[in-house]
């Protein structure tokens, strides 16, 4: 149909004016496709109709075609782009629009407001699997393996230097009384020990570092070609 540029203008289609689109990735045309193909009479047809839709979905997002189930995924959204009122032979169980529509469950929290959060949820897993152990010596060594961590965790959130008379008091609330480190002698790991970063040497360190051999600071590496041809080269003078 043609129309002057006045009657044209009154034929524009406006954002405000349009239906919400259900996926917007696949754009406007796409979504236009599917609901000309919902209103389709011939069943026949509208399978044709369904299945050229799906290549024109597969074919913007090509690098999909391989992956297991990118077919099962085209039909799913194509039903959901249709409302579900998409009425075709899918090869894939159709999807229930009460399942998609379904809100999943409210997860459950392990602490809501734990008093120390410096110290992490890990923490006082831990502290519960040592109270479940017996006394021994590996009970032991791991209780102070749990004080250093927890000490470490304290000065990544306070940088000054903590007495080991507050870790053992804060390992004493959160066993509930059962660990109690107060009483003995037990030292823990130096603050600096804790907090030291190994710092690795780089590969542009190294081969920056004239004092490194085989560098290409000024040094090179012997070539065993060179070696052979040095040891052919004597033989024959001889």
């Not at 034929?11 to 599917?34: D, F, T, V, W």
């Not at 919902?38 to 913007?60: C, F, H, P, Q």
């Not at 008379?165 to 959160?174: N, R, S």
Request: with cysteine; hydrophobic share 30%.
């Amino acid at each position: 149909m043609q129309f002057t540029p006045e009657e044209a203008v009154h034929h524009l289609e406006y954002n405000a004016e349009r239906s919400h689109l259900i996926i917007p990735e696949y754009g406007r045309h796409l979504q236009k496709l599917i609901d000309q193909a919902t209103v389709i009479e011939d069943r026949e047809e509208r399978n044709k109709a369904a299945r050229y839709i799906i290549s024109v979905m597969g074919g913007l997002n090509p690098h999909l075609r391989d992956v297991p189930d990118f077919q099962h995924k085209l039909w799913d959204q194509i039903f959901i782009m249709s409302d579900f009122k998409l009425e075709v032979d899918s090869p894939y169980p159709i999807p229930n629009k009460e399942v998609l529509h379904q809100k999943p469950e409210r997860l459950s929290y392990p602490q809501n407001f734990p008093k120390y959060r410096f110290y992490g949820n890990n923490i006082k897993y831990m502290i519960d699997v040592a109270n479940k152990w017996e006394e021994s010596e590996l009970k032991n060594t791991l209780i102070k393996v749990i004080a250093n961590h927890m000490k470490k965790c304290y000065l990544s959130w306070n940088k000054d230097t903590v007495k080991d008379d507050v870790i053992f008091e804060h390992l004493y609330e959160l066993s509930g009384g059962k660990i109690n480190l107060q009483t003995t002698d037990e030292e823990l790991s130096n603050t600096t020990d804790l907090m030291r970063v190994n710092k690795k040497m780089s590969n542009k360190t190294q081969f920056n570092n004239p004092k490194i051999k085989g560098t290409s600071s000024g040094k090179t590496f012997n070539n065993p070609r060179n070696n052979n041809n040095n040891t052919k080269n004597n033989n024959n003078r001889k």
